[in-house]
T-cell receptor
Framework: GQNIDQPTEMTATEGAIVQINCTYQ??????LFWYQQHAGEAPTFLSY??LDGLEEKGRFSSFLSRSKGYSYLLLKELQMKDSASYLC??????????WGAGTKLIIKP | TAGITQAPTSQILAAGRSMTLRCTQD?????MYWYRQDLGLGLRLIHY???????GKGEVPDGYSVSRANTDDFPLTLASAVPSQTSVYFC???????????FGEGSWLTVV
C-alpha cells in the first residue's frame, strides 16, 4: 500500500530551527509537496521537490532523497505565526496526491 | 483575487437529507478536486475531474457524486447524508493533473 509518515506533533522555541521529517512509500513518484495549514484554515502551498537536494525559499527549505523515500522541511528563525500543521504529500505514478496526516508544530516563546 | 470559492462555509444537516457543496474557481484551471479532512487522518480524495466533462473516483467516493459541466464549477452532492460524513470538505484546483494544487477555504459539514 501507499504510505506517508510524519510525526504527529513537534514543539520548538521562537527564533530556533526545526526540521519536520517525512518518509514515504508510494507507487511511483512524481514529486513531493509541503503545505502549511493554520487551524481552521485551508492548506497553502509551501514547496515542491522532484529532484534530490535542497530547495530554499526564504526561511523555509525542503530536502528530498528519492532513494531513501525521505524528505524534510526546515524552518529557520521560527516565529509565532509558524504555529500550524505541516502536510507532506507525494504525487504517485497516476499523478494523484497521497497525503500524510500532518505534523502539528507548536512554537513557544 | 477570488481563486476558489466554496459555499456554504458551514452547515448542519439532518441525516438522510441531501446537500450540495458548491465550488467555483476563476483561475481557468483544468483539474478540480474534492477532499475531506478528518482529525488524525490525511486529506482524502473523494472525486476529481481532470478536465471539464470528465470525472473520476478518488479514495473515498461512496455516498458522494460530482459533475463538471464547465471549467469553473465542480459541485459535490451528498444524496442521503450520514453522520460519518461529518467533516471539513475542501475543494481544490490545479492547472492540470500533476501540477500544484490550490485549495478553497473549506466547508464545515455536521450531519446529525
Amino acid at each position: 500500500g501507499q504510505n506517508i509518515d510524519q510525526p504527529t506533533e513537534m514543539t520548538a522555541t521562537e527564533g530556533a530551527i526545526v526540521q519536520i521529517n517525512c518518509t514515504y512509500q508510494t507507487s511511483g513518484f512524481n514529486g513531493l509537496f509541503w503545505y502549511q495549514q493554520h487551524a481552521g484554515e485551508a492548506p497553502t502551498f509551501l514547496s515542491y521537490n522532484v529532484l534530490d537536494g535542497l530547495e530554499e525559499k526564504g526561511r523555509f527549505s525542503s530536502f528530498l532523497s528519492r532513494s531513501k523515500g525521505y524528505s524534510y522541511l526546515l524552518l529557520k528563525e521560527l516565529q509565532m505565526k509558524d504555529s500550524a500543521s505541516y502536510l507532506c504529500a507525494v504525487m504517485d505514478s497516476n499523478y494523484q496526491l497521497i497525503w500524510g496526516a500532518g505534523t502539528k508544530l507548536i512554537i513557544k516563546p | 483575487t477570488a481563486g476558489i470559492t466554496q459555499a456554504p462555509t458551514s452547515q448542519i444537516l439532518a441525516a438522510g437529507r441531501s446537500m450540495t457543496l458548491r465550488c467555483t474557481q476563476d483561475m481557468r484551471h483544468n483539474a478540480m478536486y474534492w477532499y475531506r479532512q478528518d482529525l488524525g487522518l490525511g486529506l482524502r480524495l473523494i472525486h476529481y475531474s481532470n478536465t471539464a466533462g470528465t470525472t473520476g473516483k478518488g479514495e473515498v467516493p461512496d455516498g458522494y457524486s460530482v459533475s463538471r459541466a464547465n471549467t469553473d464549477d465542480f459541485p459535490l452532492t451528498l444524496a442521503s447524508a450520514v453522520p460519518s460524513q461529518t467533516s471539513v470538505y475542501f475543494c481544490a484546483s490545479s492547472e492540470g493533473a500533476g501540477n500544484t494544487i490550490y485549495f478553497g477555504e473549506g466547508s464545515w459539514l455536521t450531519v446529525v
